[in-house]
């Protein structure tokens, strides 16, 4: 009987035990270290072999002109020192690192201070709210030259448990000088505030108040411009870079491009406003580089002012029908411009075009199909002719009401250029009708040459027969029987004979007007290119300042200019925006 009781005891001392053993974290928090624990390198990259490591009881070293030890290189060396500390209560903590040369400092894995280039001495603060408890410190650091100082130092700095950010961590303060403790900070879906003369929240005031916003964001590798539309000042960081600093006051919109890693990128924008109306919008596109189209989207049909959304779209192949693009867009009354580069082999393609409402393409910079009007679903084509690389492709469309969809496509007509035929000695001759509002008859095959006269919409014309080398003109005969050049692209002349097919043209054509001279756009941060000279005419899209134009014409009172773009594309815009009015006098009169 003993033995048997015995037995149990025993069994029940075994439970017990694995019932507390059972209790035990699987992975118990480490405990607060008395010191840091030191590695050093012989290079600037943390990287190889480590030279020495040892415990130091604090981070605070100015080696001056030496090194840490005798085993280390004064120069061209680097460290790491990590630790696990107890912060005794919880708070907001200011972590504080001073560093000649690079530095950086996380807590708890986060990235809170970074400084990792060749610099003199300076000191950078972070703060960052902690939970009473232990957490994980680590700091890295590398010597360039000369003078060596690594030092990190934290106090409490008070304050409550931040507000969950999932967007712009936005910072407001009721100071314009971004100084003091921000009285509200909160998650902002984007920067796209336009205040008047209110204020952002009940706790800022309505002037004289500034804000910052950070956060980090995807991009692919690429060429972006971004766009800043303030009232009053801005500043403008994109990966570590200041890219806009304008702290100014005045309504104004300020633009400036920077080439981008593919990764994430940090952003941080700061803003003050002054007194009247209040607007902080930030916007950005993609310029160059691989990856999808780079969609903008307005809330209006008219492409103007700041998109609500950009994003990238892997095709432009929607059919939204009455419903929206996405959140913050409306179902009706909104356009979209998509933007993209692409590598093509040299030869004719068809560009093809679906859509409800408005839609036009700009393929190398001319424009190949142009359907900017109310309509329902309906397709446009174009064809050019490609040279081998990379070609930068434009797409606008807007919804007007109803039905919204949009579809571009293209396939290769000729996979080279079409060869040039041996001239027949009896072209086959033909006719001619034009399908756009207005065709331009030129003295010779090219833009470059003198505008005779203009002809309408389902005007007819008589063909001789011959065209250019690029099959892209045609030559006509006019009522006086001059010879003459008309476009032979098929969205302006409709023929009853293949333009391809025809001889190419040996004889000789005027010699082309030289050019009345050239201008820059001034007087404005973008100014609209239209398709004719008044407002009235459709955008064709926004020039940037600076930009030099080639100047053609204007119109009788020289108020509207017609120019060539660096790519080729040809409009009108207001002369108040172009330099060198001195040479407008001499530009032929091209419109009313």
Avoid at 135 to 152: C, F, N, P, Q, T
Avoid at 290 to 305: A, M
Avoid at 358 to 371: A, C, S, T
Avoid at 399 to 419: F, H, K, L, N, Y
Wanted: hydrophobic share 40%; charged share 15%; net charge neutral.
């Amino acid at each position: 009987m003993k033995k048997h009781k015995l037995t149990l005891v025993f069994l029940a001392a075994a439970m017990l035990l694995g019932s507390l053993l059972a209790f035990v974290p699987a992975n118990p928090l480490l405990a607060a270290d008395n010191s840091w624990q030191a590695t050093y390198w012989n290079n600037k990259t943390l990287s190889g072999t480590a030279v020495l490591q040892r415990n130091e009881s604090e981070l605070n070293h100015d080696w001056g002109d030496g090194a840490p030890d005798a085993t280390i290189d004064k120069d061209l060396f680097s460290a790491r020192w990590t630790r696990s500390i107890n912060f005794p209560t919880s708070s907001a903590y200011r972590f504080t690192a001073t560093m000649d040369d690079g530095m950086r400092v996380y807590v708890d894995n986060v990235l809170i201070i970074d400084s990792w280039w060749d610099s003199q001495v300076h000191s950078l603060s972070a703060d960052v709210y902690l939970n009473a408890g232990d957490h994980a410190v680590k700091v890295e650091y590398y010597e360039a030259g000369g003078d060596a100082i690594a030092k990190l130092a934290w106090t409490a700095v008070g304050g409550t448990a931040p507000v969950p950010i999932a967007n712009w961590k936005g910072e407001y303060f009721n100071n314009t000088s971004l100084s003091g403790n921000p009285v509200l900070v909160r998650d902002d879906a984007s920067i796209n505030f336009d205040w008047g003369v209110g204020s952002p929240a009940a706790t800022v005031v309505a002037d004289q108040f500034s804000a910052r916003w950070t956060r980090s964001l995807n991009f692919d590798a690429g060429r972006y411009r971004f766009i800043v539309q303030v009232d009053d000042g801005a500043r403008l960081w994109v990966n570590n870079q200041l890219l806009i600093n304008q702290w100014v006051n005045g309504n104004t919109t300020y633009s400036a491009e920077i080439d981008l890693p593919s990764g994430s990128v940090p952003i941080q924008m700061e803003y003050f406003e002054n007194v009247g109306g209040a607007v902080a919008k930030l916007s950005w596109v993609k310029l160059s580089g691989s990856g999808d189209w780079t969609g903008q989207y307005f809330n209006n049909k008219t492409l103007s002012g700041s998109p609500v959304l950009t994003r990238n779209d892997s095709q432009i192949n929607f059919n939204w029908g009455s419903s929206s693009p996405a959140t913050g867009i409306n179902s009706d009354n909104f356009s979209v411009r998509w933007n993209r580069s692409l590598n093509f082999a040299a030869g004719r393609y068809r560009f093809t075009a679906t859509s409800d409402d408005g839609v036009r393409m700009w393929v190398n910079g001319q424009l190949v199909i142009n359907g900017w009007t109310d309509h329902t679903p309906q397709t446009f084509s174009g064809e050019i002719d490609l040279p081998n690389g990379s070609v930068p492709l434009q797409v606008e469309y807007y919804e007007s009401t109803g039905g919204a969809q949009v579809q571009i496509s293209w396939t290769t007509v000729t996979t080279t250029p079409a060869p040039t035929p041996t001239p027949s000695p009896s072209p086959t001759v033909g006719t001619g009708t034009v399908v756009s509002s207005y065709l331009n008859v030129r003295t010779g095959p090219g833009i470059q040459y003198s505008i005779i006269t203009t002809l309408v919409k389902n005007q007819t014309v008589n063909l001789t027969g011959y065209r250019s080398a690029d099959a892209n003109w045609v030559q006509i005969t006019m009522p006086n029987g001059t010879k003459a050049w008309v476009s032979g692209k098929s969205y302006y002349l409709q023929t009853n004979v293949n333009i391809a097919n025809m001889p190419v043209w040996q004889g000789t054509a005027p010699t082309p007007a030289p050019s009345s001279g050239t201008g820059n756009i001034t007087n404005a941060y973008y100014v609209n290119l239209r398709t004719g000279p008044g407002v009235s005419y459709p955008v064709i899209t926004a020039v940037p300042s600076g930009t030099n134009v080639t100047l053609l014409g204007r119109n009788s009172s020289t108020t509207w200019l017609k120019m060539r773009l660096p790519n080729g594309t040809i409009g009108w815009m207001n002369a108040y925006y172009v330099s060198n009015s001195a040479a407008f006098a001499s530009l032929p009169v091209l419109g009313g």
